[in-house]
């Protein structure tokens, strides 16, 4: 019997039209698209049915989210979904030498700051002028109450690995900006979660 690696992430089926309506806003007409951290390959999928002019680039530091994604390619014999890349966003350099946008979903508190140093870094250096670098997930933002649930969501995290956590918005974009990054464009998303662009200065 054949082993299926397809990994089903619940998240991922309740936010994933609500970004591809802001993608849809935000990305390029034609070009590539990076993902950073595909997970379970399951976002990157639904984007490449949707998008079929995007080229969808898919990648990830884990071996068994790189099974996910490619078992999850395979099945929807898209043309314009590429295999995963072995990318850690921490270390440079990255395996690919440009891209049109970067996209990059719920890695930023589940991984160490270091990580988002890197995506930082590795966006700035592939994107042209005025490309976009897609970011989403929880945020603390500086003057706003923080959810109940993204408290305990914070606490969780942290229980679970020190380094990470809800980072503050104003932080992440301080590291945009000193990459080359102009200010975000923030969008209110559900279950508290933001859409936070950034575009290539």
């Known amino acids: 019997m054949m ?8 998240a991922a089926a309740r936010n994933r039209d609500p970004i591809l309506t802001v993608l849809r806003e935000v990305l390029p007409r034609a070009g ?7 997970g379970s390959g399951e976002h990157i999928l639904h984007f490449a049915q949707a998008m079929p002019d995007l080229v ?4 990830d530091p884990s071996p068994e989210a790189r099974q996910s994604i490619a078992a999850w390619a395979a099945e929807s014999g ?3 979904l590429r295999p995963p890349l072995v990318l850690d966003a ?6 690919i030498a440009a891209a049109n946008a970067v ?3 719920n890695m930023i508190h589940i991984s160490p700051w270091a990580a988002t140093e890197g995506l930082m870094r590795g966006a700035a250096a592939l994107l042209p002028p005025g490309a976009p670098l897609y970011l989403y997930g929880p945020y ?17 995290l942290r229980s679970r690995d020190p ?32 859409s936070v662009v950034f575009r290539r200065a």
């Open 32 to 38: 590539t698209v990076l993902e950073i951290a595909s």
């Open 56 to 59: 969808f680039q898919p990648s």
């Open 103 to 105: 996209l990059c979903i």
């Open 90 to 95: 921490a270390a440079p350099p990255w395996p």
């Open 78 to 80: 898209l043309a314009n």
């Open 140 to 156: 603390r933002r500086a003057g706003a109450p923080t959810a109940p649930s993204n408290e305990e969501f914070d606490r969780s």
């Open 163 to 194: 380094a990470w956590g809800l980072r503050d918005l104003e932080a992440v974009a301080a590291l945009a900006a000193a990459a080359g990054f102009a200010g975000p464009a923030v969008t209110e998303m559900p279950a508290n979660n933001l």
């Open 3 to 10: 082993t299926d690696h397809r990994q089903h992430a619940p």
